[in-house]
């Protein structure tokens, strides 16, 4: 069990750049979440997707952010014109549904210079 | 709204003696399970502990926790703290029907020598 699969680890971009987020979830779990760490506002919400289909996006900046889950095996984040404080870590984590326990992926350390 | 509450933002102890962190909750939802998360530097939040069940005594690792929600409480406690304990502490409601976690803003817990 390779556990949830964050690709890349640490992305850099300038400004007004778009940052596109990859997570690969666990085999078998339906359930995928994606989160935004920082040191002021800890852990935040953004969306998640059950079966693929997009639930809650309530967490999520309309304007700039997107989230796709194409098939069961992978989920984006995308973020176009980027902003200095969107600079954080973004988790994915995943789990077999419910209030199952939601095992979060290593994170990608975005900077937004 | 739903919330958790975690009064400590950092906690410092010696080794081997107790530590206990604090967990409160708002919520209208009637089912809810709880959990602990244990981040290390530079690592991905990874489940502690999990409890559903009201007045139950969950315990992994040698912390404990028990959901009481007579007082909307979910206390950490360990009786010796060691070294390695040093870490980010996040408590975190799941709300009924899978939906995203709600979490505390987290306490950091330093433990010395």
């Known amino acids: 069990n390779a556990g949830v699969i964050q690709t890349p680890r640490h992305k850099v971009t300038g400004k007004g750049q778009e940052a596109t987020l990859w997570c690969e979830p666990i085999?078998?779990?339906?359930?995928v979440f994606w989160y935004r760490q920082t040191i002021v506002q800890g852990l935040e919400f953004l969306t998640y997707?059950?079966?693929?289909?997009?639930?809650?996006d309530s967490g999520m900046p309309k304007e700039r952010f997107s989230a796709q889950m194409p098939n069961q095996s992978h989920s984006t984040l995308k973020i176009q014109s980027t902003q200095p404080q969107d600079s954080a870590v973004y988790l994915c984590?995943?789990?077999?549904?419910?209030?199952?326990?939601?095992?979060f992926g290593p994170g990608t350390r975005l900077l937004v210079l | 709204g739903d919330s958790v509450t975690q009064t400590e933002g950092l906690v410092t102890v010696t080794e081997g003696l107790p530590v206990k962190l604090n967990c409160t909750y708002q919520?209208?939802?009637?089912?809810?399970?709880f959990f602990w998360y244990v981040q290390y530097l530079n690592e991905a939040p990874q489940v502690l502990l999990k409890?559903?069940?009201?007045?139950k005594r969950t315990e992994h690792q040698g912390f404990h926790a028990t959901l009481h929600k007579s007082s909307s409480s979910f206390h950490l406690q360990k009786s010796s703290a060691q070294l390695s304990d040093s870490a980010l502490y996040y408590c975190?409601?799941?709300?009924?029907?899978?939906?995203?976690?709600?979490f505390g803003t987290g306490t950091t817990v330093s433990v010395s020598p």
């Open positions: 984590a995943s789990s077999l549904g419910g209030q199952d326990t939601q095992y």
């Open positions: 085999s078998g779990h339906s359930a």
């Open positions: 997707f059950r079966n693929q289909a997009p639930i809650d």
């Open positions: 919520t209208t939802y009637l089912t809810i399970a």
């Open positions: 409890s559903s069940t009201d007045n």
């Open positions: 975190a409601l799941s709300p009924q029907g899978g939906r995203a976690l709600i």
